[in-house]
């Protein structure tokens, strides 16, 4: 069964820009949630899909956004790049919706670097 | 979401010896999650506990769960290279996410 994949694996931006980030996930699960990687804040969650729906966002910006198809896959979208937008952005999905009991699996990630 | 503190930040620990993480929250958590991040890698789940004192073993990995469900940790005995990595502790909320603690970065001498 294929993992959580994620594309690009790398990505260098310049500030102002905006990037795509994509994120496919396993076969079969509906709930994509992503966040955000760097050295001083850890783990940053920044939203949760379901059936196309965001049910839940973290606290960053209006230039982050994202969506969710039909078929399960989720694009993230960063707006306006800032130099501290650099980090690991992980994509990470999960069997069943709507439960708390429930891992997680991630990606490999994007490392998007905007210089 | 509910924060979760872990501590500590760095564990350098000799091959062969013995360490904890401990995970810690101000409210009662809902279930409490653990992850290894290997360098340079993803997070990868290790464990879910849900009931108060909870107990789980994984051949070298201990973790537990405390009575009031605030409090969670995990014991690696006779630490090896491939226990190398960051273990993060991560509490599955009310509304669809994890939060993360900061995680524990394991170093280990040979």
């Known amino acids: 069964k294929a993992g959580v994949t994620q594309t690009p694996r790398y990505l260098i931006k310049t500030r102002g820009q905006q990037v795509t980030l994509s994120c496919s996930p396993i076969s079969g699960h509906r709930s994509v949630s992503w966040y955000q990687q760097t050295p001083g804040q850890g783990l940053q969650f920044l939203f949760e899909y379901f059936s196309e729906t965001q049910r839940n966002k973290g606290n960053f910006p209006g230039r982050f956004s994202g969506r969710q198809f039909s078929n399960s896959r989720s694009e993230m979208n960063v707006s306006t790049l800032e130099l501290g937008d650099s980090a690991l952005y992980l994509c990470a999905s999960s069997l069943i919706s709507g439960l708390m009991n429930t891992e997680a699996f991630f990606g490999q990630g994007t490392r998007l670097t905007v210089v | 979401g509910q924060q979760v503190m872990q501590i500590p930040q760095y564990q350098h620990v000799q091959e062969g010896e013995d360490f904890t993480t401990y995970c810690n929250s101000s409210?009662?958590?809902?279930?409490i999650q653990w992850y290894k991040q290997r360098p340079g890698g993803h997070p990868v789940f290790l464990i879910q506990?849900?009931?108060?004192?909870e107990v789980k073993k994984q051949k070298r990995l201990t973790f537990q769960f405390g009575e009031a469900k605030k409090n969670s940790s995990l014991h690696i005995t006779a630490t090896q290279t491939t226990d190398v990595g960051t273990y993060f502790c991560a509490d599955r909320s009310n509304d669809y996410k994890l939060s993360f603690g900061a995680g524990t970065t394991v170093t280990v001498r040979a």
């Open positions: 506990l849900v009931k108060s004192g």
């Open positions: 409210t009662t958590l809902s279930n």
